[in-house]
């Protein structure tokens, strides 16, 4: 899906390596779903299944909400 390659794939150019190890799996666990759940999580339509998906969300949704 186009519009979560627009906000996951700024996310991870700048952000991954500073992540923790534990939110680098939880990154890595959130592209196991599919892009409609992770589509709805990122717009806050649905919550994620886990805490660590959960947070790992948060942290993407505020780095695109971040102002530039």
């Known amino acids: 899906m186009l519009e979560l390659e627009f906000v996951l794939v700024p996310f991870v150019e700048e952000q991954f390596e500073a ?27 649905a919550v994620p299944p886990t805490p660590a998906l959960a947070g790992i969300v948060s942290k993407i949704i505020a780095y695109n909400d971040r102002p530039r």
């Not at 666990?29 to 990122?42: G, N, P, Q, T, Y």
């Open 19 to 45: 992540l923790s190890a534990e939110d680098q799996a939880a990154y890595a666990e959130l592209l196991e779903f599919e892009d409609w759940e992770i589509f709805d999580w990122l717009q806050e339509r």
